[in-house]
């Protein structure tokens, strides 16, 4: 059976909850309660998961006081997917952290962490369906989920495509303090977790080891590793925190895109009207529009004489778009300049 589901979507548009800095963080200890996860042969999921997400929530309480640090569960309580990722957007964190332990052949070992995309091995998709079958335990048994097609999660990803590179970011940094202090590194990956699929800011989930390999169980089980563990976390959160409080707020918010600055959004563009946008970039060949020199602005490209063109901003109106120019020019990009579209097409 497959455990592939979706929300109903709701992206909050809070434009003032990134300014001043990382203010919120979300740890979001996998499991509890009635689920007790995936085991080992003396260890539960659900306890390895509590021990290391309160550690490390201590840490950030110690050293920033000014951050709000939010758990979805502080015991062993049974808290439902979707609320796990309500009680994140409804305090508009800027960072949520799901962690959670694996299960596998006895043979497999280290860790990883994960970001919502497709997944792209078998050994994924299985890693999905069984964190996600925790809905078996909610009391409609699951019936408040649709099935989550692939075309689902693209489209997810395309909607909040900066959160996206963000988590990545996030998840890059997580691993590499893990190999620090001696973990195998299984790296970066994607699969469609219920839980990130309804969050509305950066959000990953880290498989902290198998609780199926005898010696990964015995360190997981661990205090004193589980503490090192969470210093880990601890370190790479530093590290994004430093990175994030550096970030343009201007131009990236911890719950959206600042749409004041860019304009309409491409969904609610009427295609008889005409729309102005400020293009920055010309290229021979493609360029990502995720590509780092964009700043995570949310760029719109189009193909023109065998050129590939990035614009940023649409207007119903041109003295919007000039005031965007300027600023596009100040922030670097001198030779920003307006082009006119209808329907899609340049007109001008």
């Not at 909850?17 to 009635?34: E, F, Q, S, Y």
């Not at 042969?41 to 201590?58: P, R």
């Not at 994924?124 to 408040?144: H, L, P, Y």
């Not at 060949?285 to 063109?309: C, H, R």
Request: glycine letters at 8%; aromatic letters at 10%; one cysteine or more.
């Amino acid at each position: 059976m497959c455990f592939l589901f979706i929300f109903s979507l709701t992206v909050h548009a809070e434009e003032d909850n990134a300014i001043g800095g990382l203010r919120c963080v979300v740890i979001d200890p996998g499991h509890g309660g009635k689920d007790p996860g995936c085991h080992g042969a003396t260890s539960k999921e659900k306890d390895v998961t509590l021990a290391i997400g309160l550690k490390l929530g201590e840490f950030i309480e110690e050293k920033y006081s000014e951050i709000n640090v939010i758990y979805t569960r502080k015991t062993d309580i049974f808290i439902e997917l979707d609320e796990r990722a309500q009680i994140a957007n409804r305090n508009q964190a800027d960072l949520f952290i799901c962690i959670h332990a694996n299960a596998g052949p006895s043979a497999a070992y280290g860790v990883e962490t994960y970001v919502l995309g497709l997944h792209r091995t078998d050994s994924q998709r299985k890693i999905a369906e069984r964190e996600n079958s925790a809905i078996e335990f909610e009391d409609d048994g699951g019936e408040k989920y649709e099935v989550l097609s692939a075309d689902a999660i693209i489209a997810r990803q395309l909607q909040l495509s900066v959160f996206l590179d963000h988590s990545i970011m996030f998840a890059s940094k997580l691993q590499e303090q893990f190999v620090e202090i001696g973990r195998h590194d299984r790296g970066v990956r994607q699969a469609g977790f219920l839980v990130l699929y309804k969050t509305t800011m950066p959000s990953v989930l880290i498989e902290t080891g198998f609780l199926s390999n005898k010696e990964e169980e015995k360190f997981l089980a661990d205090p004193d590793n589980q503490t090192q563990m969470a210093q880990s976390m601890f370190a790479a959160f530093e590290e994004y925190k430093e990175y994030y409080d550096a970030a343009d707020q201007s131009v990236y918010s911890g719950n959206a895109y600042n749409m004041d600055r860019f304009g309409v959004r491409e969904d609610e563009i009427d295609q008889n009207e005409i729309i102005y946008r400020v293009q920055i970039e010309t290229s021979s060949t493609e360029i990502s529009t995720d590509d780092a020199q964009f700043k995570n602005m949310p760029v719109w490209m189009y193909e023109n004489n065998g050129l590939f063109k990035y614009t940023v901003g649409a207007f119903k109106d041109a003295g919007s778009a000039n005031d965007l120019k300027k600023e596009m020019r100040a922030d670097g990009y001198a030779h920003a300049f307006v082009v006119t579209f209808k329907g899609g097409k340049r007109v001008f």
